[in-house]
């Protein structure tokens, strides 16, 4: 019995050490004895701010298709993604994107700098198509309809041939360049079947004219001098950098299944949530003292040996939300905070049963192994039914697009889990170790007997 708390205290003592090194590191990095240059660990580990705590951009994105459209689940989800992935190439961090039922999607940018180039990258569609303009080049910027939509031609309105899409692009081969002539462009490669395609129009159509189009409009022409049989080709327009570095951002990400519109944006300032940080910040450290008075003062020195494991619990905590990592909003501190008064729930069932077995004259060491025995399937059954509560709220944020519920829900279940292991092992590890072989008919009011 006593190797196996050793070996707790132990345990303990490392995971203290460890999470205190994470809280107050902004990078872990652990060097390679052998190899320098290699590092055993090397990974970044600041807290993550929401959208409400540092300012940002919140978007609320729609499909753009008819009422009557059935947009499916599916169809939403990997909009969605690619949305993501486009956000990511971007630049822009910590993106929180939620669909909200199947024609809506919440959208979060902590941070950004630049909300109109990011809205204006992702909403559109990226349908890249190369079409035959015949002997006949058009000019760049015309708007075209291909044969892929011409259900949706108007009486009389000429009609090309879109030879291949976007989708047969290989999206590992897309790079921009840049070149005297021509400047920026976007290099390709073609995934097998395109590449067929593509070259056996080559070798119909020398010294015919192709268009490459984005979104209807015709972004680049160029005159087939020979057959391109390679799977390989090049993009060129009047790009800039930044223009160039977008489009290859789309392409690499693939079309949107469904086109979207911006329905609601609005930028979020951080003075707002520099002010809630301090806020929060002030109501948890008021809270944790609270709590640490209320224990000392209730149940004396087992209030105070609960009171270390409080401490330690904050610092596992935190530790957590760092490398996992959790996206703090301000519902998610409200979360923290609610999670501290928690912490010590089992703590105080434990100790009331603690009580009870002293006053009935059981040894300091039975009365600790009972208090926590007869305490356990009560701690059990609440702790369980508030995590069924974070799931349930964690699905109807997710549901709803309400990134705040969801924020709430999961820093309250990590809360709730690290809680019952600093109640359950680390305060008893704590006990046995201070108070083993102490006589309690000596000092009962170190007990609040």
Not at 355 to 378: F, M, N, V
Request: hydrophobic share 50%; glycine share 8%; with cysteine.
């Amino acid at each position: 019995m006593n190797h196996s708390r050793n070996l707790w205290l132990t345990l303990i003592i490392l995971a203290t050490i460890f999470s205190l090194w994470v809280d107050l590191s902004q990078t872990l990095l652990i060097v390679n004895p052998f190899n320098q240059a290699a590092p055993l660990l090397n990974r970044d580990v600041p807290i993550k701010l929401g959208l409400d705590l540092q300012g940002g951009l919140q978007t609320l994105l729609e499909a753009d298709v008819p009422a009557n459209r059935v947009v499916t689940q599916d169809e939403i989800n990997n909009t969605r993604t690619i949305l993501e992935n486009r956000a990511n190439a971007l630049g822009v961090s910590e993106v929180i994107m939620q669909t909200a039922g199947t024609r809506r999607i919440v959208a979060e940018f902590p941070g950004v700098k630049n909300p109109e180039q990011v809205v204006a990258a992702l909403k559109q569609t990226a349908l890249l198509e190369f079409v035959d303009m015949g002997a006949t080049p058009a000019k760049v910027g015309t708007k075209v309809t291909t044969d892929m939509d011409s259900s949706q031609a108007a009486a009389g309105e000429t009609i090309y041939h879109t030879v291949i899409t976007g989708a047969g692009l290989n999206p590992t081969g897309i790079a921009v360049g840049q070149d005297a002539a021509r400047g920026f462009t976007i290099s390709f490669t073609l995934k097998p079947d395109a590449s067929k395609a593509f070259g056996d129009y080559t070798t119909a159509n020398v010294n015919k004219y192709l268009a490459i189009v984005l979104d209807k409009v015709v972004v680049s022409v160029a005159t087939v001098n020979e057959p391109i049989t390679g799977g390989q080709g090049q993009i060129s327009g009047r790009f800039t950098s930044a223009t160039a570095n977008t489009l290859a951002i789309q392409l690499r990400s693939g079309s949107l299944p469904v086109p979207v519109k911006v329905v609601e944006s609005q930028t979020v300032g951080p003075t707002l949530g520099a002010e809630s940080v301090r806020k929060s910040v002030l109501a948890g450290a008021i809270g944790l003292t609270v709590v640490i008075l209320f224990m000392g003062l209730n149940y004396r020195l087992p209030g105070i040996i609960a009171d270390l494991a409080l401490v330690v619990y904050a610092l596992l905590l935190l530790m957590l939300f760092k490398l996992i990592p959790v996206t703090l909003t301000l519902p998610g501190i409200a979360g923290f905070i609610l999670s501290i008064g928690m912490a010590v729930d089992a703590n105080v069932l434990i100790f009331e049963r603690l009580k009870e077995e002293l006053r009935a004259g059981r040894t300091l060491i039975q009365a600790i192994d009972l208090g926590w025995s007869r305490a356990w399937p009560s701690i059990r059954d609440s702790n369980i039914s508030t995590l069924i509560t974070c799931v349930i709220l964690y699905g109807f944020g997710n549901t709803f697009g309400a990134s705040m519920v969801k924020g709430f829900s999961v820093t309250l279940a990590l809360g709730v889990v690290v809680s019952l292991f600093t109640a359950i092992i680390v305060t008893r590890t704590f006990l046995h170790t201070a108070l083993n072989g102490l006589k309690i008919g000596e000092h009962p009011t170190w007990f609040g007997l």
